[in-house]
C-alpha cells in the first residue's frame, strides 16, 4: 500500500528555470491539495483539487500552476522559479473535502 | 478570514513531564478542529480531531478538548516520551481545505 507519496524529494534549481513537483496517491480519493510549508507560516495552501479536471486557488496561488488528468496524480508547476518559492512543499488528499487529509513526506524546493 | 494561533515554541520538557500546547482559533460557524503532528524528516500525520462543541479527540495519550466559549483546542499530555518530540500543528477545516497555525516544537530530553 504505497499510499501518497510526491517525487524528487529534495531538489535544487536555478532562478527562471520551470520545475515540477510530482504528487501520486493510490487510494482514488476526490480531493488533492498542495501546501507549502515555511518557518513562521506554518502550511499554507496553494491550490487544491476535487477530481480530475477540476482545481481551484488557495491562499498563495501565484507563481503556480496545476493540473489533473487522472486522479491520481497531481503536479504542481513552477513555472519561473524564485526564490521566494524555496520551501518544502506537501501535497495531501482525502476521500471527501470534509474528511481526514493524509500528507505526502514533502519535497524540499532551494532555488538558487 | 479564519485564522488559527498557537503558542509559540520551542517548548522543551524533561521526560514524563506534562505538557499543554496553547490553541485558539477565529472561524465563522463551528468548524472542525485537528492537531496534526510532524516528525522530523516527515509529513504530517492527524493526530487527533473533535467536531463540535465539547468533543474530546483522543489519541497516544494526547487529549484536546473543543471549547467553543473560548474558542480554544488545546493540546494535553499527562507524561511526554522523548519519542513525542516533533512539530505539533492546529488546524480548523475552513470549506475544504485546512488552516494551519504556525506549528510549536516539542524537544523531550530523557
Known amino acids: 500500500d504505497a499510499g501518497i507519496t510526491q517525487s524528487p524529494r529534495y531538489k535544487i534549481t536555478e532562478t527562471g528555470r520551470q520545475v515540477t513537483l510530482m504528487c501520486h496517491q493510490t487510494w482514488s480519493h476526490s480531493y488533492m491539495f498542495w501546501y507549502r510549508q515555511d518557518l513562521g507560516h506554518g502550511l499554507r495552501l496553494i491550490y487544491y483539487s476535487a477530481a480530475a479536471d477540476i482545481t481551484d486557488k488557495g491562499e498563495v496561488p501565484d507563481g503556480y500552476v496545476v493540473s489533473r488528468s487522472k486522479t491520481e496524480n497531481f503536479p504542481l508547476t513552477l513555472e519561473s522559479a524564485t526564490r521566494s518559492q524555496t520551501s518544502v512543499y506537501f501535497c495531501?488528499?482525502?476521500?471527501?473535502?470534509?474528511?481526514?487529509?493524509?500528507f505526502g513526506p514533502g519535497t524540499r524546493l532551494t532555488v538558487t | 478570514g479564519d485564522s488559527v494561533t498557537q503558542m509559540e515554541g520551542p517548548v522543551t520538557l524533561s521526560e514524563e513531564a506534562f505538557l499543554t500546547i496553547n490553541c485558539t482559533y477565529t472561524?465563522?460557524?463551528?468548524?472542525?478542529l485537528f492537531w496534526y503532528v510532524q516528525y522530523p524528516g516527515e509529513g504530517l500525520q492527524l493526530l487527533l480531531k473533535a467536531t463540535k462543541a465539547d468533543d474530546k479527540g483522543s489519541n497516544k495519550g494526547f487529549e484536546a478538548t473543543y471549547r467553543k466559549e473560548t474558542t480554544s483546542f488545546h493540546l494535553e499530555k499527562g507524561s511526554v516520551q522523548v519519542s513525542d518530540s516533533a512539530v505539533y500543528f492546529c488546524?480548523?477545516?475552513?470549506?475544504?481545505?485546512?488552516?494551519f497555525g504556525k506549528g510549536t516544537t516539542l524537544s523531550v530530553s530523557s
Open positions: 495531501a488528499s482525502s476521500r471527501q473535502g470534509t474528511e481526514e487529509q493524509y
Open positions: 488546524a480548523l477545516r475552513g470549506g475544504t481545505a485546512l488552516i
Open positions: 472561524a465563522t460557524g463551528y468548524p472542525s
